[in-house]
């Protein structure tokens, strides 16, 4: 079956060479096995993104060549079909609403002790999720700002155990409580990353979503989304992240990795992807499974 990937930037910044593997990752996973890749710009974040970024990005790619499908998904364009999403969410009851400040999440987990040994810091209490439904009405009535969040105890409840497989690191328990109530519209933005990406995904037929590891631990959170929006599940390849020499993740600040400051010291596409050299999956790797 032909397959379909996607490289999905955030136009936020020059693109690096962390961004380089995941678009070659990407394209090569739909060229091993004769399938469709598509780009997909993700600028849900309209205060962090900025249209010349996304030119620098199809410029950059054209550069590497690397090429995608003609049709290039921009996320700000699709609001309303995450609004429908999210509609669809809080009629199952999977969501409340979060009136907390983040001043005031990060007092609740200093007083709760701090975050346990080796959890992630920033997990939610559930603070609003225990609100009294008068409570909660008169918030909601008093104009203050808030944030949708995924109960995901009642999500867990709806769709029982899953799993999702990684063709790298094989079959996966779902564990979406491991990032506690993760917000999926945000008082400023009326979706999120988790929402939109579900939904694209599945809109634009994607069969293997390939990118860095770092977003390993949020798969959980989107293939609950999937099963609760009934949205076919794809399988993931979550690639090695290009670090500098203190070992820390690239990021968009570090200007001398930028695609555009290689290119202009001289450096060729072949130089880039000679850098990149064992991060490519090989072919067939995916059928190691
Ligand atoms: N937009 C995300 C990023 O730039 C990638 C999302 C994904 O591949 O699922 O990190």
Partial sequence: MPIVTRFAPSPTGDLHLGHALAAYVARTMADNYGGRCYLRMEDIDTTRCRPQYMDAIVEDLAWLGISFEQEIVIQSKRFCKYAEALEKLRQLGVLYPCFCTRKEVAAEIAAMGGAPQGEQIDIYPGTCRKLTHEHRAELLQSGKPYCWRLDCRAAAKLTGPL???????????????LLGDVILARKDCPTSYHIAVVVDDAAQGVTHVTRGKDLFSVTG???TLQALLELPVPLWYHHELVCDEQGKRLAKRDKARSLREMREAGMSPA????LLDGFIPRENEADAL
């Fill in 163 to 177: 799993e999702w497989i990684d063709l790298r690191f094989g079959k996966q328990l779902c564990r979406p409580e």
């Fill in 221 to 223: 959170v989107h293939r």
């Fill in 271 to 274: 130089d880039v992807l000679r």
